[in-house]
């Protein structure tokens, strides 16, 4: 069911670096978000895999990994991502992309869910590292990297309270993710 599917769909952030991704695997992923609505039906949007383990290690300095959490600096050795997707945007084909990244990404962590892996959209991202390190082309506008592997972390939802909607880490490790309540979202008006 979508619902269940959505709720393991967690922005999770350590993974069991040792259980690799292969580039067919990300492909039947990518084709997801291929089949996906795009604006004007444009299809800006492009796909880098990355899945040797040398060019994943390279990556990962250029990746912001969790705001809020400010005394953890990301995941440690061993669990890192095991792959990434660098997203960018095709400036030849639209210099709008409207929410077409949206759209994508979830469609891709929604398939990496559902075939037991997870991962996290990142898009507090050194471009212009990532951009020298493979060698991506100015008319590639980068616009986030997807973080995959198999989850290693607990992720809860809970009610969110007193305004706080800050996600934190509890001191077994287990990352809590206040939600607004679903009578706070609709608007009758």
Known sequence: ???????????YRRFDENVRISEEQLAEWIELARFCASGRNAQPLKYIPVT???DCDSLFPSL???????DWPGPKE????????????????????????????QSILLGAVEAGFGG???????RDAL?????????YQIIMVLALGKPVEHVVLEELKGG?????R?????????KRPLEELILKL
């Open 164 to 168: 706080d909607f800050k996600y934190w």
């Open 131 to 139: 951009r020298e390190q493979f060698g991506i082309p100015e008319r």
């Open 170 to 178: 509890d001191a077994d490790g287990v990352h809590h993710v206040p």
């Open 120 to 126: 996290c959209m990142i898009a507090a991202v050194k």
């Open 1 to 11: 069911m979508i619902k269940d599917l959505l709720k393991r769909n967690r922005s």
């Open 64 to 70: 912001a990994w969790a705001g809020y959490l400010k």
């Open 78 to 105: 061993g669990e890192r991502p095991s792959a990434y997707i660098i997203l960018v945007n095709d400036t030849e084909i639209s210099t709008n992309y409207f929410c077409d990244d949206g759209i994508a990404a």
């Open 52 to 54: 040797e383990k040398e």
